[in-house]
């Protein structure tokens, strides 16, 4: 489920950032001003550094000429070299936001591209493009759930469910997802609500139990929405799974 959350928001994010970017371009042409692609297909990269050559190219010209070049680029020692390598990318994860998941994210791209640059790029040309983009695309998604959690239990607790390869129960990932919520809160709700089997013809006292039951789920879900909206938390939100409960 974490991968599945995570592969959609690696969809949405792109859509979002290329979707203005191309409105911006068609709306400039309209106007008679012709601006750069933004955006060139960054999903087909077969490496982080092809990525970053795709994804936001606005971004990484400006880095690269205003940040990046001043401070010596690669005609410098190795050290300076890994430096602006860091700096660079911790400012443009700052760029993103304010928050130390932004920087980490940032620190993260620049990490891999150090080690691919130094290292790893040799060998990577070597594997079949069918691996390299899986690779690549693996490193991209771990990294958009790095920037979408700004709460750092919740980007921890994502990230052990993604590589955890072990059957976990829907309540425990509402509950893993969310530290306010207790597991067995979750597992008691979803006890009442899904594992409770009505007769054919159920009596009316029970028809009306199921459905005080199922409001009062309904209920607890929307405070759990209105509480998190209220802390300004970004999440990979589960709980409007919680609605969905009927009896089976």
Not at 7 to 36: C, E, K, N, P, V
Not at 91 to 108: K, Q
Not at 140 to 149: Q, S, Y
Not at 177 to 201: E, M, N, Q, W, Y
Request: one cysteine or more.
């Amino acid at each position: 489920m974490y991968w599945l959350a995570a592969i959609a928001y690696t969809l949405q994010i792109y859509f979002d950032f290329s979707g203005y970017s191309d409105m911006a371009i068609g709306l400039g042409r309209m106007f008679g001003f012709h601006f750069l692609e933004n955006f060139n297909y960054p999903y087909i990269s077969l490496s982080v550094t092809e990525f970053w050559r795709r994804w936001h190219i606005s971004l990484s010209t400006w880095f690269r000429d205003y940040v990046y070049i001043p401070l010596g680029g690669n005609r410098v020692s190795r050290g300076k070299w890994v430096r602006n390598i860091l700096v660079v990318w911790g400012l443009t994860g700052l760029w993103h936001g304010a928050d130390w998941n932004f920087l980490l994210w940032g620190l993260y791209y620049g990490v891999l591209l150090l080690i691919e640059k130094l290292w790893l790029g040799k060998y990577l040309e070597r594997l079949p493009k069918a691996l390299r983009w899986l690779l690549c695309m693996i490193i991209v998604c771990i990294g958009w759930v790095m920037f979408n959690l700004t709460d750092f239990v919740q980007m921890r607790c994502a990230l052990a469910r993604m590589f955890s390869f072990t059957h976990v129960a829907l309540s425990q990932s509402l509950a893993a997802d969310v530290s306010i919520v207790p597991a067995a809160a979750v597992d008691a709700a979803r006890a009442r609500i899904l594992h409770t089997r009505l007769p054919a013809r159920a009596p009316r006292r029970e028809l009306w139990r199921r459905d005080r039951a199922q409001r009062r789920v309904s209920g607890a879900a929307g405070r759990v929405h209105r509480l998190f909206r209220e802390r300004d938390v970004q999440s990979v939100h589960l709980f409007p799974l919680l609605r969905r409960f009927r009896y089976v």
